[in-house]
């Protein structure tokens, strides 16, 4: 890999080399943060304004120069409009900032594009696949859990969802320097795994489990059900008698349990892997076993526990979150008891500065519930736990039928794109493995469907608008980087950082490159909101700014520096989209 040090190149223009880094800012890998660094310093020091409030408030200008600061927050009393125009006549232009102008309360300051051109390619060229990441997360743990189905039941949208958007916050996350434990808690503890049994041993086949222990599971399970609604079956009863065996340790018991889980958790890494989904833990809730008993013994230690009818529960009504159930009369615990221990479990494991929970908003109160117990039991880490919500998806069922499993429908994706791929015989025919692109723009385009809005929004599971090569969708991305990629290959010499950066001086170049210069700040400032949303519009933003260069700057039949320079430019906002598209879990492909 050729390397470059900012400033290398001998074309290159003149730089700033001692530029005073803000307090929390990173002028070494954010290109952004030099010009604003360099604005700061001198405002702060012509207004005796706050250094961290003047590089705080720095935004995108509007209409005049290219970043501003408004001037009323930095408390300067007075006038804001005079200190606007007094502030601006005293700054002094540089090579970075070239002009500072007032403009009402704003001050306006443009920056030199062709500088900010260079600076933001040299750094790309430099950090490549982690151009973005920063370290504000150093020494910090954060346990995401996520994905978490229920063996023996059907994988619904509301764990694809929590499986798509869990693991872009673990990616988000990790970018900004977070040590980053990806955890799954399985639904596979409580009676219905006695009714599973059960089922087992009158309906189960052995090969069947092998071959596709999930949905043979679910088969099953539904079979069992039925039997039980029958009157007189006496299922139930047995079913009880069978998770009191597995609770109590009984091995037999627990043996075809294990299998069930095991078999279950194989299929289900094949399925996330297509996803691009890791988890470093499975676990589930009957890994929750002594943190369980524990929680109980504590709550009761804390007087926290009210009976009623012989049931133990907590009384959470002064915080409007009505009553939780964490016993039931016959001695066996619950969903909430689970959580409070497994929560106290992996506290003590980890030491966690942030857990976060993705899990579907039909799940607000149990949550909210959960967190009120953790903090009433005195734990101050309660408050480091996090919920991460989001809404419903309606009519996500397969194209033929109605019950709901992951891998048909990745199936269906990967087919439905597939046959859109055949319908271009000549480009489908340079394609080398086109099962497994059909795979990975199918994939793209479920991620970027689930991504467009904001989390709490429910939507429409839409086939024909989520394959549309048209508009804003998963596929689009996907052409736009292979597009990208094939410049590269298509251009009669390689890429290389030895270009006249003067050359890239007109708007589309600068929009892009800016564009560019903003990946940094955009994944710190989406750990804010954890919106995946944010990074899909900074997706297509980038890929329209590269249409837009494409219709007038050409690299095909241009003199040999002009082709250089804007191959280069191309190289990089392919790795900028690239990266994006990474943190959103898509694979970008070379070839489509
Ligand atoms: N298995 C649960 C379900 O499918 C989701 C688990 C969410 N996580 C938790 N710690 N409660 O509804």
Not at 34 to 44: E, G, N, Y
Not at 47 to 66: P, R
Not at 137 to 144: A, E, I, S, Y
């Amino acid at each position: 890999i050729p390397q470059s040090n900012a400033g290398g190149s001998s074309k290159g223009l003149k730089e700033i080399t001692d530029i005073k880094a803000v307090p929390g800012s990173d002028p070494v890998n954010n290109v952004l943060d030099k010009f604003k660094c360099l604005i700061a310093t001198q405002v702060s020091e012509i207004s005796g304004a706050d250094l961290d409030k003047c590089f705080g408030f720095i935004e995108a200008a509007k209409g005049v120069g290219d970043l501003a600061i408004p001037v009323p927050p930095l408390k300067l009393g007075g006038n804001p409009s005079a200190h606007a125009a007094d502030i601006c006549a005293k700054f002094q232009p540089n090579n970075y900032i070239t002009k500072a102008e007032a403009n009402g309360i704003f001050m306006c300051f443009t920056i030199d594009h062709a500088i900010l051109n260079q600076l933001v390619i040299q750094t790309i060229w430099n950090k490549r696949e982690s151009y973005g990441e920063n370290v504000l997360g150093k020494g910090k743990k954060v346990v995401v859990e996520f994905s978490s189905p229920n063996i023996a039941k059907p994988f619904h949208a509301g764990h694809l969802r929590s499986t798509i958007i869990g693991a872009f916050i673990a990616n988000l996350y990790k970018m900004n320097g977070w040590d980053v434990v990806t955890m799954n808690y399985l639904g596979d503890w409580g009676k219905q795994y006695g009714i599973l049994a059960i089922g087992f041993e009158k309906y189960g086949n052995e090969e069947k489990l092998l071959e596709d222990p999930i949905k043979h599971l679910y088969d099953v399970y539904v079979q069992i059900n039925k039997d039980a609604e029958e009157e007189g079956s006496d299922i139930h009863d047995k079913a009880r008698a069978y998770f009191k065996r597995m609770e109590d340790g009984d091995e037999e018991a627990l043996n075809l349990w294990r299998k069930f889980r095991d078999l279950s958790i194989v299929k289900y890494k094949e399925t996330y892997a297509r996803l691009n989904v890791h988890f470093d833990v499975y676990s589930g809730e009957s890994q929750v076993t002594e943190g369980m008993d524990r929680a109980l013994k504590k709550l009761h230690e804390q007087n926290l526990l009210v009976e009623s009818d012989g049931a133990l529960m907590v009384d959470l009504k002064r915080e409007k979150l009505n009553v939780a159930l964490v016993q039931k009369k016959d001695g066996t615990t619950l969903y909430i008891t689970r959580d409070i221990g497994a929560a106290m479990e992996r506290y003590e494991k980890y030491k966690f500065d942030k857990m976060i929970y993705v899990v579907a908003s039909q799940q607000d109160l149990h949550l909210k519930q959960l967190f009120t117990i953790l903090d009433k039991m005195g734990y101050d880490w309660a408050k480091k736990c996090e919920h991460v919500n989001f809404g419903m998806v309606t009519g996500m069922s397969t194209r033929k039928g109605t019950a709901v499993f992951l891998d048909q429908i990745l199936a269906d994706t990967k087919e439905s794109m597939h046959n859109v791929m055949q319908q271009n015989a000549q480009k489908y025919a340079q394609i080398e493995d086109p099962e497994q692109v059909a795979d990975d723009i199918g994939i793209a385009a479920v991620k970027i469907q689930d991504f467009a809005a904001k989390r709490v929004k429910n939507y429409d599971f839409n086939w024909n608008r989520m394959f549309s090569f048209e508009g804003d969708t998963g596929p689009y991305l996907q052409y736009a980087h292979a597009r990208l990629c094939s410049v590269e290959r298509n251009a009669p010499f390689s890429v290389t950082l030895d270009v006249d950066f003067t050359l890239l001086k007109e708007k589309e170049a600068d929009d892009l490159l800016l564009l560019c210069s903003q990946w940094p700040d955009q994944v710190k400032q989406t750990l804010k909101s954890v919106e995946p949303c944010n990074i899909v519009i900074y997706a297509f933003k980038v890929a329209h700014a590269v249409s837009a260069a494409w219709e007038k700057l050409w690299v095909v039949n241009q003199e040999r520096p002009i082709a250089e320079a804007r191959l280069l430019m191309y190289w990089t906002a392919r790795v900028v989209l690239g990266n994006a598209m990474r943190l959103l879990g898509i694979k970008p492909l070379e070839r489509m």
